[in-house]
Every structure is written in structure tokens, then in C-alpha cells.
């Protein structure tokens, strides 16, 4: 294992230290319980969006706190859920008096901590469940659809509808809106190596891919030799058109996304055909994003986002933002 | 001969001696079936109580359980943390404030602690998780009469057997039932975590 780390037991600790030494002015690092909370928390009468997750997958959801997106974030250890603690102490560091939401991604660690957090908050907390991923198909056997990409695109469509002061009710049923228009699935060319164990998470040969891959690794529908790039995104589109499903005529909003090991050359390649591809069928892409927003340390790999927009999501989604990773309009 | 809030804590320091020494296996377990964070989770877990019991010495038996609960809720994650957690939590309530433990006291607390599990993970037997280790454990240290060496050692044995018997399951909960078909042939990590610190605290009783 070759990695720019001190050691594998403190690598989120010193990687949150960085971030607090590159963004002071937007957010505020505590140590104990973890926690990323923006600088000017608690911003008074704003709903605070919370999320968070295991570390590994960055920018999400660090990356993501500030003006216009979410009000805290808590990074578990690497592909680990957050503890309960972390939440609560986000909850309290953020309730500026109208509650708080979490955003939380559809796994069993996440869930189980999220929920026990909700139960134990003295503010009013709600919570939603994103479960956006389209590899998983057999959900009364499995622990249902993982939260991928559309976890990025919902914080922040439900940030912007915050700032502008929608009350917990109004931002909680925007963010269900949400789920049910966004669909993903992504695919990897190679394997990520968590810190903490120090060899790849799977064998994957040099002519495979896996399709359907999760954000950790795990597997996904199918491993199929390596295809052309229109072939990879095929492999992609069709079943994230046939999920939801999305129509001629639908206006959409394409997030094309690195693994974290994919560079933009490769990705910007795989956006161009995903917008002819989606051109053909006569949806028209009305926003974008393009880039390693929600990754898998460095996994080579690219998943694609799909949401339907309505007018209110596309003004949502064109309202200012100020975070580390995204930043427009201000 | 009840077992008291000392010998509680005894058993904790030799369960945190266990999840150190089987960290490896159990991430090697997690690995080829989940996401290779179950060994180095508890590891830390067990890391903290042990520190935690350093510093204060729980009044009773459901005392030191409780410690137990909030230190593995808070240093955990992953969906153990939680469960785990709750297991100790109930196992907790069900003692109360007795001084000492008797072998039906026992039985009690772990049926309370499975209780606590499904509630929170709601899974049953045959989902390829730790109930399929915990589940048997109580049925067997709800029958096994006497000490509290015996009933744990009974609960112990059957935790064992329950684990081995997840290796030909399809997964059905957590991570693992992402792989559908392929997660069997595997032996489950949470299941094989339960009958080792059941087995911790068996040997623990039965030394004491």
C-alpha cells in the first residue's frame, strides 16, 4: 500500500486538520466528536441540513458544508458510518431554532446511527433516507438501494431551499421530491485500498470491470470485460432510464462522477456521450455537473446521476453556493 | 457464586483481550463479504472501554454493562456500534441494580440483549447475521440451570455453532446482502464477533 498518510488509526483526525487549515473562513473543524460545521453556525431561523458518513469518499460530505449547502457534517472512520454522538453534537452546534434535517445515505451502519441519534436529539430532527442507486435491484432481500451520487445533488437542492428560509416540513418534502427523481449507477475499473486493512478491497483483472459498483467497493450487478467508453455508459444509462423511469421530453440534470482515480479527460470523454446518448432519446439536459464529487478513495471508475428537474429544483440548483468543493453564485 | 460488578469488569478486559487478538480475522471476514471495518471497529471499541474502565470502576454489574453500551455507541460506528450498543443497553436495564448476578440473571440480561437487537436491526434467524449466533445463545442459557460459569458456557457453545451454521447463508441484512448468492460460502463476521465475546465471557466465568 502506497499512500501519502502518517498512519492508517489517524488519517480522517489529520485530513480533517488539513481541511481546517485550508478552509477557516468557511467552516470550523471540532476533534471530539468529529464534526464539520460551517464558520457562521448556528445561522438563526434556517433549518440546518446535516449530513455525514464514513470517510473516503471526499469531497462528500465535508467538501460540502457551507453557505447554501449543509450546516454540518460528520466523517466516520473510512467507509465507516458516524456514531450517534458525532450527530447529536452537529444538531447542537447548528439548530439556529427551526430544527434540523439529516440526510442520510440508505446502509445499515448509517441508518442504525442516524436513527438512534434522531431518538436521542432534544431539537425538533427529522431525517431522510437517500436510496438512489439502481444497481441493487432485489430489495425485499437485501438491505434496499445504497445512497450514491444523488446524495450530492439532494444536499444541495435542500441547502439552497434552507437558505432562502423554507421551514423543516417544506425542506423535509423537497428532499423526498428529490429521491424520487434521481437515479445512479456507477462502475469500477479498479479497486480502492481502505487505509485500515492495507490491500485492495476486491480483485478486479486488468480486462474487467465491475458494473454496479458501490461506493465502498462492493460489488455490483455483473463483472463484464472492458468495454469502449460508449459501452461503459450504456452499461450506465439504460438501467438508470429504465428505472425511474425517465422519458422523452424530460428535462434532467447529468452528474457525471469520478471514482476519485478516473482524471477529467477520461470523464469529460464519458459525460460528451452520455449527453448524445440522452439527446437520442430526446431528454433534454438542462444542468450539469462533472467531476469526483462522491468517490471511493482511489478507485478508477466513473458513476452517472440522473434527476428530473422542475422549475422549482432548477432555481434551486442555480442559487448560490459557498462550500470547498462547490461554489457558485457568489 | 453470583458474579459481581468486579467480575463483570473482568470479562469486559477479556473480551477487549479477545476483539485484539481476532481483529484480523474479523476484518479478513468482513472483507471478503461486507467492507472490511468489523475487526478494526470493535478494536477500537474495546480500545475506549478499556481506557474508560481505567478511569472509573461501574458500582454494579448493570453499571458496568451500561458503560459498555454508551462507550461502544459512541466509539463504534458501522452498523455494530449500534447494535452492540443496544444489546449491552438492555442487557443493562434487565439486571438493574443488583450487586450480583446469579446464572438466571444471565440468561435474563441476554435475553434481553437479542431482544434489543431485533428491535433495532430487525433481523431474524437465517438473515446471515449475529442473531444467528445470539438467538441459540439464549435458547440454550435460558435451559442450561446453575452458575453463571454454566449458563454462559452453554450460551457460548451454542453462539459457536450458530455462527458456523451462517457459512452456507445467503445474506439478507447489512452490506453482505449486496452479493446476493455470492455472500455464501461465507462464515459472517457480526456472528463470529458474538460467539467470541460470549466465549470471552464464559472463560472469564468460569475462571473467576
Redesign the interface.
Given at each position: 500500500m502506497k499512500k501519502i498518510i502518517n498512519d492508517p488509526e489517524t488519517v480522517v483526525r489529520d485530513a480533517l486538520r488539513g481541511m481546517q487549515a485550508a478552509h477557516s473562513d468557511l467552516l470550523t473543524v471540532h476533534l471530539d466528536?468529529a464534526v464539520v460545521v460551517r464558520a457562521d453556525a448556528p445561522v438563526r431561523g434556517k433549518v440546518a441540513i446535516i449530513s455525514g458518513g464514513?470517510a473516503g469518499h471526499e469531497p462528500l460530505h465535508g467538501g460540502f458544508v457551507g453557505r447554501g449547502m449543509l450546516d454540518a457534517a460528520c466523517p466516520?472512520?473510512?467507509?465507516?458510518?458516524?456514531?450517534?454522538?458525532q450527530v447529536l453534537a452537529a444538531v447542537e452546534r447548528t439548530d439556529g431554532g427551526a430544527g434540523a434535517l439529516l440526510i442520510v445515505k440508505n446502509?445499515?451502519?448509517d441508518v442504525?446511527?442516524f436513527?438512534?441519534a434522531g431518538e436521542l436529539a432534544e431539537s425538533e430532527v427529522r431525517s431522510v433516507v437517500i436510496d438512489d442507486d439502481v444497481a441493487?435491484k432485489?430489495s425485499l432481500?437485501?438491505?434496499g438501494r445504497?445512497g450514491v451520487g444523488g446524495t450530492v445533488l439532494l444536499e444541495k437542492i435542500v441547502g439552497a431551499a434552507a437558505d432562502r428560509g423554507d421551514d423543516l416540513a417544506a425542506c423535509e418534502a423537497l428532499a423526498r421530491r428529490v429521491v424520487g427523481s434521481v437515479r445512479s449507477m456507477g462502475l469500477a475499473l479498479t479497486s480502492c485500498t481502505?487505509p485500515?486493512?492495507g490491500s485492495p478491497?476486491f480483485e478486479l483483472a486488468d480486462d474487467e470491470m465491475e458494473v454496479g459498483i458501490?461506493i465502498?467497493?462492493?460489488?455490483g450487478r455483473r463483472r463484464v470485460p472492458v468495454g469502449s467508453a460508449t459501452e461503459m455508459v450504456a452499461e450506465l444509462l439504460d438501467p438508470i432510464l429504465e428505472d425511474l423511469p425517465f422519458a422523452a421530453g424530460d428535462r434532467v440534470l447529468l452528474f457525471t462522477n469520478s471514482m476519485g482515480g478516473t482524471p477529467l479527460i477520461e470523464l469529460y470523454l464519458a459525460h460528451g456521450i452520455a449527453e448524445q446518448l440522452l439527446a437520442d432519446r430526446g431528454i433534454t439536459v438542462e444542468r450539469r455537473l462533472v467531476g469526483p464529487y462522491i468517490t471511493s478513495l482511489e478507485m478508477q471508475g466513473m458513476s452517472l446521476t440522473l434527476l428530473r428537474l422542475d422549475d422549482e429544483m432548477i432555481s434551486l440548483w442555480d442559487a448560490p453556493v459557498h462550500t470547498p468543493a462547490l461554489r457558485w453564485g457568489v | 457464586m453470583g458474579c459481581t460488578a468486579a467480575d463483570v469488569v473482568a470479562a469486559l478486559r477479556a473480551a477487549a483481550a479477545v476483539v485484539q487478538e481476532h481483529r484480523d480475522e474479523l476484518?479478513r471476514l468482513d472483507?471478503a463479504i461486507g467492507?472490511?471495518?468489523h475487526g478494526?471497529?470493535l478494536r477500537?471499541g474495546f480500545t475506549a472501554l478499556l481506557s474508560r474502565l481505567d478511569a472509573e470502576e461501574p458500582a454494579s454489574p448493570g453499571k458496568a454493562l451500561k458503560l459498555v453500551a454508551t462507550t461502544l455507541?459512541?466509539?463504534?460506528?458501522?452498523?455494530?456500534?449500534?447494535?452492540y450498543?443496544t444489546a449491552f443497553l438492555r442487557a443493562s436495564a434487565a439486571v438493574g441494580d443488583a450487586a450480583e448476578l446469579d446464572g438466571e440473571a444471565v440468561a435474563r440480561a441476554l435475553q434481553a440483549a437479542l431482544e434489543g437487537v431485533v428491535a433495532?436491526?430487525k433481523a431474524v434467524v437465517g438473515d446471515k447475521t449475529m442473531v444467528d449466533a445470539l438467538t441459540p445463545a439464549v435458547t440454550a442459557a435460558a435451559s442450561a440451570e446453575g452458575s453463571v460459569a454454566g449458563v454462559l458456557s452453554a450460551a457460548a457453545d451454542a453462539a459457536a455453532e450458530g455462527a458456523e451454521s451462517t457459512v452456507p447463508m445467503?445474506a439478507?441484512?447489512?452490506?453482505a446482502?449486496?452479493?446476493?448468492e455470492?455472500s455464501a460460502g461465507h462464515l459472517d463476521p457480526g456472528a463470529r464477533s458474538t460467539a467470541l465475546l460470549l466465549r470471552a465471557f464464559a472463560d472469564a466465568a468460569a475462571g473467576a
Open positions: 466528536p464514513g466516520g472512520a473510512v467507509f465507516t458510518s458516524p456514531t450517534p454522538d446502509y445499515t451502519g442504525l446511527n436513527e438512534t441493487v432485489d432481500y437485501t438491505a445504497r481502505v485500515h486493512v478491497s458501490g465502498h467497493g462492493e460489488p | 476484518v472483507q467492507d472490511a471495518d478494526e471497529n477500537r455507541i459512541s466509539t463504534v460506528g458501522g452498523a455494530a456500534g449500534p447494535l450498543g433495532r436491526g445467503v439478507r441484512k447489512g452490506r446482502s449486496y452479493l446476493g455470492r
